[in-house]
């Protein structure tokens, strides 16, 4: 990050998440609810596990936003655990508690907790798995929402959508890729719980996590993100990491449980030869000589590290979810001994969860790039320069 800079804390059955944000500029529009519907979108989805039932979460703003506009000050957010009235004792701060409850000696394969306790000499798993849990990424989603509040003043749209659960495949293709066909598949997808676009998809997935959950195994999948209205010139050519693709990469793989990116056609791009999958340019239609259009998007977006003013494109991979109700071989961390991995409530599949995820991380690096680009203390600030900027450039 260049411009903005932000930070998560907190435990998974801690008392609470905070989050602090820094290089907002003053004045512009935020509330609590603009936050919340975008943390409401985090916990759908088919096949999460009890955890989503218990907490239904709200933000409070407690630093940097006056009479419903930013100050340009850091904005710190907080986010109640509400399953901590369940840890009082087990997750207290407090030394007299300790081993009020039952160590975690099991480590599961596909965790943190191995590696964790071995590099942080641990003798409790739960020392480990309680930051590593994905319940740290509700804060994230809360700090994206004040990026994509930004973005949003500017016109800049961001959305996503399920496009595979295990085996199960939504097949997209370039005609499906260019802005209104991509913000109708992102409306369309709000309205399903599993956040594809097609009904009928949506039934086989269901039944493919249905199985998952009556076998016991877990489920991964692939979704797209994708963000509309960018300006041409965020991110840069000239250091490896000022690129805006090598930081989106980043930033996905940074998620819990992600495991692969691809910008525009990505891996396929490999397969085919360059005259099939350069993104030809077309002259302008509209007033300005370097407003093109381009015959297609293969690239994404990007083109050596900057936005081109096509749609850009980014997909991910997430694994299966390690923990297993049917668990797997381990071993006990204090005998050494053969014994199944520890189960605790679990999903069986998150990844609508890990979309909405993907989309408050791809606001945070595009905030951060389109700020470094515009600059500005206020929002009127920004607004003039990236005023002069396309009226000279463009
Ligand atoms: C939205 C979301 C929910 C997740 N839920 C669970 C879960 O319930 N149980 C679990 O074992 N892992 C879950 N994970 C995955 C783990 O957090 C992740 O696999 C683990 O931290 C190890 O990191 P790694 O897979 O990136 O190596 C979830 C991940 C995301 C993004």
Do not use: F, P
């Given at each position: 990050m260049f411009k903005l800079r932000f930070l998560t804390a907190g435990e998974s059955h801690g008392k609470a998440l905070t989050g602090i944000i820094e290089g907002i500029p003053a004045n512009l529009s935020l509330t609590p609810e603009y936050i919340n519907n975008q943390l409401k979108r985090r916990q759908k989805g088919y096949g999460r596990g009890g955890r989503m039932k218990i907490e239904s979460d709200r933000v409070e703003i407690i630093s940097g936003v006056r009479w419903g506009k930013t100050l340009g000050s850091p904005i710190s957010l907080l986010i109640k655990n509400r399953d901590w009235e369940n840890w009082h004792d087990g997750m207290s701060v407090e030394g007299s508690k300790a081993g009020s409850i039952a160590p975690v000696t099991r480590p599961r394969p596909g965790h943190a907790d191995l590696a964790g306790v071995i590099k942080y000499n641990q003798q409790d798993i739960r020392n480990i798995l309680e930051r590593s849990s994905a319940r740290e990424t509700a804060m994230r989603v809360a700090l994206g929402s004040v990026a994509r509040r930004l973005l949003e003043h500017f016109g800049i749209r961001i959305g996503g959508f399920v496009t595979s659960i295990g085996p199960v495949r939504y097949e997209i293709n370039q005609a499906m890729l260019k802005e209104e066909e991509l913000t109708e598949l992102a409306r369309r997808a709000e309205s399903s719980e599993l956040s594809v676009p097609e009904g009928a998809l949506e039934e086989k997935m269901r039944e493919e996590i249905d199985r998952a959950k009556t076998e016991g195994y877990s489920l991964g999948g692939t979704f797209l993100v994708f963000a509309t209205g960018l300006p041409v010139g965020?991110?840069?050519?000239?250091?490896w990491d000022r690129r805006l693709d090598a930081r989106i990469a980043q930033a996905m793989l940074g998620?819990?449980?992600?495991?692969g990116v691809e910008i525009g056609s990505g891996f396929r791009m490999s397969e085919r030869p360059g005259s099939e999958v350069m993104d030809e340019i077309l002259p302008s239609?509209?007033?300005?000589?370097?407003s093109v259009s381009r015959a297609s998007n293969h690239a994404g977006g990007i083109e050596g590290g900057m936005t081109n003013g096509m749609p850009l494109l980014v997909r991910a991979a997430m694994k299966p979810i390690p923990t297993q109700a049917r668990p797997l071989r381990s071993i006990d961390i204090q005998s050494g001994e053969a014994i199944e991995a520890a189960y605790e409530r679990s999903d069986v599949c998150a990844v609508p969860a890990a979309t909405v995820i993907a989309e408050a991380m791809l606001a945070l690096v595009l905030c951060d790039a389109f700020l470094e680009k515009f600059?500005?203390?206020s929002i009127e600030e920004t607004e003039t320069n990236l005023k002069n900027y396309t009226s000279t450039y463009l």
């Open positions: 965020l991110g840069s050519h000239i250091q998620i819990q449980a992600i495991k239609e509209r007033g300005s000589k370097l600059g500005g203390d």
